[in-house]
């Protein structure tokens, strides 16, 4: 009995060791400046059409117009959903959100970035 229990008390620990020393190594979340560009990139790419005040605009139109509001909002952005909330969300002017159209689906610009940021970190371990 005694041995059984060592044994298997050794293969305990082993297993153990096993997955800690064999595990991958823990990936480094993304900065929000690295996430803040993603997102921007990710908007000039896309071919969907952006809505802001009742206009459309093309990707890297919209895009242009978030990073001037981007700078805008700089010292106030401190992460990725700063950035979205402040620069890529609503109109400044009216209040009216931006709206995102992809096919025949159409939502609010920050729902669109939220659900992306939201896969930008999973695939980058964030």
């Not at 952005?77 to 159209?101: Q, T």
């Amino acid at each position: 009995m005694r041995f059984q229990a060592r044994i298997t008390g050794f293969f305990k620990a082993f297993v153990v060791a096993a997955v800690v020393f064999c595990a991958p190594p823990p990936t480094q979340a993304a900065s929000p400046e690295a996430e803040i560009d993603h997102l921007l990139n990710f908007i000039a790419g896309s071919p969907c059409v952006f809505i802001r005040n009742g206009v459309a605009y093309d990707g890297a139109q919209a895009a242009d117009h978030i990073k001037d509001k981007y700078e805008h909002y700089r010292e106030e952005i401190g992460s990725a959903e700063d950035f979205i909330a402040l620069a890529a969300s609503k109109s400044a002017m009216s209040g009216k959100p931006y709206l995102v159209r992809c096919d025949a689906a159409e939502m609010p610009a920050a729902e669109w970035l939220t659900q992306e940021l939201g896969a930008f970190r999973q695939r980058s371990g964030s």
